[in-house]
């Protein structure tokens, strides 16, 4: 009973500690939309940021954020991928004070969006707004909508995720693996400083530049205001990626996101899962019943060939308790000193001057073909309600396109 208390007070108390980092959020819009009047014009061009507003340009849809930004600034190239989240779509295109570029930007139909989901969409935005600029982190440019559908406006990794790049070669080397790992943990400490839990961590949600660094992506799930003794409750995430507190249903913290880095981790130097279940005889629930007890009950199969740091790294990351799991409860430091990263000069890859040991990233297709129809008008009959997508559009003038 005194732990069930201790738990819905400190529960109460991270909501409390969420709301004000929402309401923080919001302020942070508000200076990202006054920067353009409020900053010096020196210091505006250093940003990236035109000192004269566009003129708005006429197209035949409702404008979105006073007509700084909206579909009529891009060109439809390709579409990059389809799920149960909207669609992603390479464009080229130019935004206020920025050079023409590829974006890549990922559409909602808002005809899909419940009052409960809106609050994620926010919350990705958010996350992407404190986050925008780390250099392993994806970077938001703007946000706008029109009247079918909320855009994120994103910069494109030509390079694919590294889950498409681990099956083009079945396994990384030792070296490639440590490289993307420990950009991923930079990643990861830089969340979790700024109370971010991102909750979906997975190999295809890591993507790849051209120039062979990586950055994670869609926080679709993340979870704002978790700061190191925080806890939250919600079940969500990729099954075989998820902890052992999440599969029991338990209160969780920043352990989880440090499970999901050691679940990557030894998917790239085995080419498999530590935990997972692929049988087409059996049906869905069964495999998901497995999959549960092989997280709760077995141990990491560590492989001969696999190297002493990097089996250590490997197991501590997947401690069943959260309690005793690298990272967790905020020992970052503990992961950055681990012997699997011994050569890694922090500061250097922290301002990108590490070289990938092996630059594969794809290079850029040349695909011509125009899309004008990617994003067809939603005739849906029912209303939609206006006001759920209210503060929504923004451009992010302190993130310099190119």
Known sequence: RNLNEYWELKMKYCEEENKVLVIRNQELQKELEAAKTNVPEQNLQLAGCSPQPQKDRQC?????DAGKVTLDNFQFIRKLGKGAFGTVVLTRGKLPGGPEQLYAIKAIKKRRITSSKI????AEKEALMLTSGHPYIMTLYSCFQNKDNLFFV????SGGDLKEQLDEVDVFSEERA???????TLAVQFLHQHGILHRDLKLDNVLVGSDGHCKIADFGLCKLGLFRHCKARTNCGTPFCMAPELVNNLPYGQGVDWWAVGVMLYEMLTGSPPFYYDDEDTDDEDKRATLDQKILNNEVDIPDDMS????????HLLMKDPNQRLGSNGSVKAVLWHPFFKGIDWKALQEKRVRPPEN?????????????????????????????????SFVNYFVKPG
């Open 60 to 64: 035949g849809i409702t404008k979105a």
């Open 119 to 122: 609050s994620d969409i926010m």
């Open 154 to 157: 994103m910069e494109y990794m």
């Open 178 to 184: 440590k490289f993307y790992t420990a950009e991923i």
């Open 308 to 315: 002493l740091d990097a089996a250590s790294i490997v197991i």
């Open 360 to 392: 594969v990233a794809k290079k850029l297709e040349k695909d011509n073909k125009r899309l004008s129809k990617v994003l067809k008008d939603d005739n849906t009959s029912g209303n939609i309600n206006r006001k759920l997508f209210h503060g929504f």
